[in-house]
């Protein structure tokens, strides 16, 4: 099984257009456009899909992060963030267009994400590092792009992962966890396709 994505080859950078934060003063909003993705070769008996997009690079202490004259350093210890979990995507399902299930920011979360026919979306940690926030905070669900510290020494990487399952819905609802997917597709997944994107705001990183 193969993933693919017009907007952005394998190990390459994530064009700005489909992230949540870009380069500003020192960030700014930016279009938070879902990316296309297709893929083809999944087995015969796949009767439905997941996506996710983690990255792993996120630091796991927040002391340093988005800090004036101070940096995130690359050998901190880092954790998962998740950006995007949809689950009973339908099995005839090959392609999301670009923009088709996120297409900006809102503010305080997507209640109602776009997605194909029938499937449903997760809750993303954009809802824990809101939490607080008058402007901002909610409960985020379906996908939310980069915007990692600018001040971060490691490039961070984004996993779109299809897991192609042979159950037609998982007993999921809209604002899922990650956890909870993980345990409803237990001995459900048949193969696996992933397409890995890097981003960054450093200046340093990224010229």
Known sequence: ????????????????????????DPVALSDNRSPQLA???????????VLTCIDPDVPSR????????????????????????????????????AGSCSDGVTAHGKRAPFGPSGSVQGI????????????????????????????????????????ALDVA???LRNGFTLAELRAAMAGHVLAEAELVGTYSLNPALTG
């Not at 099984?1 to 500003?24: V, Y």
């Not at 999944?42 to 009767?47: E, G, L, N, Q, V």
């Not at 004259?69 to 267009?97: K, Q, T, Y």
């Not at 909610?138 to 971060?152: F, H, V």
């Open 62 to 97: 927040g002391d340093d992060v988005n800090q004036p004259g101070r940096s995130v350093p690359a050998d901190l210890p880092r954790v998962e963030f998740v950006h995007w979990l949809m689950a009973n995507i339908p099995a005839e399902c090959g392609e999301l267009a």
């Open 169 to 171: 819905a998982l007993p």
């Open 39 to 49: 893929s083809k070769g999944a087995p015969a008996a796949t009767r439905s899909f």
């Open 1 to 24: 099984m193969h993933l693919r994505s017009d907007n952005f080859a394998n190990g390459q950078p994530i064009p700005a257009e489909f992230a949540f934060g870009k380069r500003g």
């Open 124 to 163: 993303n940690d954009y809802t824990g590092w809101f939490a607080g926030d008058a402007d901002m905070g909610g409960d985020y669900l379906g996908y939310d792009g980069p915007c990692p510290p600018w001040n971060d020494a490691l490039l961070h990487h984004y996993h779109f992962k299809l897991h």
